[in-house]
T-cell receptor, first 114, second 112 residues
Framework: NAGVMQNPRHLVRRRGQEARLRCSPM?????VYWYRQLPEEGLKFMVY????????ESGMPKERFSAEFPKEGPSILRIQQVVRGDSAAYFC????????????FGSGTRLTVV | QQQVKQSPQSLIVQKGGISIINCAYE??????FPWYQQFPGKGPALLIA?????SEKKEGRFTISFNKSAKQFSLHIMDSQPGDSATYFC???????????FGAGTTVTVRA
């Protein structure tokens, strides 16, 4: 069991470029959650997805950010036209079903915008 | 705003000592309080969790103390070891919800 797999581990983008972060949940998990960790801060909820559905995106910035979890393949968090303030660690977590189950987090993608 | 306030921001403890991290919350609708441990370059891993109907929970060297009336909870690491050096996050979740509200984290350094 490989756990929650995130890639890339580190991503450097210039201002204005696009960033794509990928997350493969644990085997058997169909619920995915994305969190962002800014320097010196705790994790902040961004979005909750099930296969082909966005359940709750209340933590997503209104512009430039989008997420998907297609029927086949990993969940993708996409940030368009990145700015310096997007530099953070982005963590994905998954759970097997009901939201009351505990999360398992991946190791994260560290995004640096230069 | 920060729904869960965590202190201290960092602490240093000698090997064998006790590390104590405190968290406070305002919203009484929270009903699940986990602690996560995060090593550099890794994601947070669930360490121990408690519900508000219990005042204390112990797992090995890790103990959560919960004070419902004060809306505070704390993590005690007994007999701290260098391998415990990590960042610890408290968190809270509403009943039947899936979102966790995290504290800002405490970096614990255990000196040999």
């Amino acid at each position: 069991n490989a756990g929650v797999m995130q890639n890339p581990r580190h991503l450097v983008r210039r201002r204005g470029q696009e960033a794509r972060l990928r997350c493969s949940p644990m085997k058997g998990h169909s619920h995915v959650y994305w969190y962002r960790q800014l320097p010196e801060e705790g994790l902040k909820f961004m979005v909750y997805l099930q296969k082909e559905n966005i359940i709750d995106e209340s933590g997503m910035p209104k512009e430039r950010f989008s997420a998907e979890f297609p029927k086949e393949g990993p969940s993708i968090l996409r940030i368009q036209q990145v700015v310096r303030g997007d530099s953070a660690a982005y963590f994905c977590a998954s759970s097997p079903g009901s939201p009351n189950y505990g999360y398992t987090f991946g190791s994260g993608t560290r995004l640096t915008v230069v | 705003q920060q729904q869960v306030k965590q202190s201290p921001q960092s602490l240093i403890v000698q090997k064998g000592g006790i590390s104590i991290i405190n968290c406070a919350y305002e919203n009484t609708a929270f009903d699940y309080f986990p602690w996560y441990q995060q090593f550099p370059g890794k994601g947070p891993a669930l360490l121990i969790a408690i519900r508000p109907d219990v005042s204390e929970k112990k797992e090995g060297r890790f103990t959560i103390s919960f004070n419902k009336s004060a809306k505070q909870f704390s993590l005690h690491i007994m007999d701290s070891q260098p391998g415990d050096s990590a960042t610890y996050f408290c968190a809270a979740r509403y009943r039947n919800d899936y979102k966790l509200s995290f504290g800002a984290g405490t970096t614990v350094t255990v000196r040999a």
